[in-house]
């Protein structure tokens, strides 16, 4: 086991190295497909904007709370995509034969998936993340203590866990059905949920992002808890847990796909 590690980490730096020439080699489809994620995000804030030009707050949240929150779950949706959003792949990998290749290396599949490609149009996600992080905080004078840092940073990670784990659940369908894509889909309009307060919509939609699909572990908790420690106490420390949790039942259902995938040749 201790072998493993260092050549994990290697096989890491390798794919990173390679996707790095890629983005050298190809600088105008970086720049484009970066343009084109950011222009998702102003759309978003001109959303918050015409919404706010009709209201001055939703529910208990000022405008720049929200576009505090809309930042921090952007945040967790950038660091997700440039790093695991690999399983977006497997229905096409699966459906063209594709993934026969990771079963026949000496490295276990979804390792091999998760880092072969790192999305590089991801700087179009953390841009604007960064943005309404760094204005908001800087107008409503947000107190980082020791204590609001942890939860901050517990929350990305948590929220990132989340994201992964039900996307590689959701991508698991391909094993079984071929076609996975209508799934997530779906599960990324929900999540277009989390760049708005969770308490603004009704009970039964704030169960559903909660225990269901634990969307609002993923940004509206711990986003909350920054800005107004307390108001969510315990709650907001529950992301990491909720994330490894999804992350597990994930896993379990996508070792159990892998176990019934059958070649496309077969």
Not at 62 to 78: C, F, K, R, T
Request: charged share 10%; proline share 5%; net charge neutral.
């Amino acid at each position: 086991m201790a072998d493993e590690l260092p050549r994990a980490l290697g096989l890491i730096g390798a794919f990173l190295r390679a996707n790095l020439l890629k983005i050298l080699e190809y600088r105008s489809n970086f720049a484009i497909g970066a343009a084109a994620i950011m222009m998702r995000h102003v759309i978003g804030l001109l959303t918050l904007w015409v919404v706010f030009a009709h209201t001055r707050a939703l529910g208990r949240w000022e405008p720049l709370q929200v576009v505090y929150m809309y930042g921090y779950m952007s945040l967790v949706v950038a660091i997700w995509h440039v790093l695991l959003a690999n399983t977006l792949r497997v229905e096409f990998l699966v459906r063209d034969a594709g993934f026969d290749r990771y079963l026949v290396r000496p490295l276990p599949p979804l390792f091999q998936l998760m880092f072969y490609y790192f999305d590089d149009d991801a700087i179009g996600d953390f841009i604007p993340a960064l943005a309404c992080l760094g204005i908001a905080s800087a107008r409503l004078d947000v107190a980082y203590t020791p204590a609001t840092v942890l939860v901050f940073a517990l929350g990305l990670v948590g929220g990132v866990l989340i994201h992964f784990g039900i996307q590689l659940l959701l991508s698991a369908w391909s094993f079984w059905h071929v076609k996975s894509r209508a799934l997530l889909n779906l599960f990324s309009e929900m999540r277009r949920f989390g760049d708005y307060p969770l308490d603004i919509f009704p009970v039964t939609v704030q169960w559903l992002l909660t225990v269901v699909v634990p969307i609002g572990f993923a940004g509206f908790f711990p986003a909350a808890e920054v800005l107004s420690p307390a108001s969510f106490a315990w709650i907001a420390w529950l992301s990491l847990p909720v994330g490894l949790g999804v992350v597990a039942l994930g896993s379990a259902v996508w070792h159990a796909g892998l176990a019934s995938y059958q070649s496309a040749g077969s």
